[in-house]
């Protein structure tokens, strides 16, 4: 692993693209700014890793198909008996 | 002027050779976590007026996820589109866009599904052009989110259509 010291302010690149910010250091919290094109995603590691595995058990087998269909079915009937959907999104933000 | 569909035949396990709009493929310009190299699904309907739908992908025949909208379910589902993800699909208006989460049905409980309201899929009507949105800033959101609640599942496994039809006001008041 490639260590680096920076101090308060200071930055580092990755890739001729990515800067990364030191902007505060309180006790053991510190806090970065990333600047990265917008395909270059950046996640929290504990949040990402949450998100892999969650998507990983929600794959569906294609053995459990039946059982999983058929829930999907008795569920399904409870959508005739509700009101649609609002929408979930606010674009202001 | 109207033009044909250009139609795609694919292969799938669940669904065996299915002919697919092209123009209705969703492509993924940021994957499913997990799933990076998969780009290209089509959404189904599971039957008709379904909640749910299956998202298969079109490049691997064995993988497909369950996904609903969780408001069907009388859940208060809202977030704040990023900026960031407004720009990366191209959306100007909330309309623009449909919210799906993924959904994880344990095989020995089916009834107690989870949908994942940390990670939700969002897809621009128009483009088709998806990405998996992750709520970083959001605290109240998680990963393993119960769709029917213990209270709506009868002793029977039948589902008490009332509890969440209560709920679904209750979020559309």
């Given at each position: 692993m490639l260590v680096l010291s920076r101090k308060l302010g200071e930055k580092i690149?990755?890739?001729n693209e990515i800067f990364v910010t030191i902007l505060d250091v309180r006790g053991d919290?510190?806090?970065?700014?990333?600047?990265?094109?917008?395909?270059?995603?950046?996640?929290?590691?504990?949040i990402y890793k949450e998100i892999v595995?969650?998507?990983q058990l929600a794959q569906q087998k294609a053995t459990g198909h039946l059982t999983v269909s058929n829930t999907l079915s008795k569920v399904g009937e409870l959508s005739k008996q509700v009101t649609p959907a609002k929408s979930n999104l606010n674009t202001k933000s | 002027m109207t033009t044909s569909p250009q139609l795609r035949q694919i292969q799938t396990e669940r669904f065996g050779a299915v002919s697919v709009d092209e123009a209705s493929i969703i492509t993924f310009?940021?994957?499913?976590?997990?799933?990076?190299?998969?780009?290209?699904?089509?959404?189904?309907?599971?039957?008709?007026?379904?909640?749910?739908?299956?998202?298969?992908?079109?490049?691997?025949?064995?993988?497909?996820?369950?996904?609903?909208?969780?408001?069907?379910?009388?859940?208060?589902?809202?977030?704040?589109?990023?900026?960031?993800?407004?720009?990366?699909?191209?959306?100007?208006?909330?309309e623009d866009v449909q919210v799906l989460t993924l959904v994880t049905v344990p095989e020995e409980s089916p009834l107690h599904m989870t949908a994942n309201f940390l990670g939700?899929?969002?897809?621009?009507?128009?483009?088709?052009?998806?990405?998996?949105?992750?709520?970083?800033?959001?605290?109240?959101?998680?990963?393993?989110?119960?769709?029917?609640?213990?209270?709506?599942?009868?002793?029977?496994?039948?589902?008490?259509?009332?509890?969440?039809?209560?709920?679904?006001?209750?979020?559309?008041?």
């Open positions: 690149v990755i890739d919290v510190v806090r970065l700014g990333v600047e990265a094109p917008k395909r270059i995603t950046v996640h929290r590691e504990e595995t969650s998507n | 310009v940021q994957p499913i976590l997990g799933f990076d190299s998969l780009k290209e699904f089509a959404l189904f309907d599971h039957d008709d007026a379904s909640p749910f739908k299956w998202l298969q992908s079109l490049e691997d025949p064995s993988l497909a996820f369950v996904v609903t909208n969780p408001t069907l379910f009388g859940h208060d589902y809202e977030f704040n589109l990023p900026q960031e993800a407004c720009s990366v699909l191209n959306v100007q208006r909330a939700p899929i969002i897809f621009h009507n128009d483009t088709r052009h998806a990405m998996q949105l992750i709520l970083e800033d959001s605290e109240i959101y998680g990963t393993k989110v119960r769709l029917i609640p213990d209270e709506a599942i009868a002793a029977d496994g039948s589902i008490h259509l009332e509890v969440i039809q209560s709920k679904q006001k209750r979020v559309n008041s």
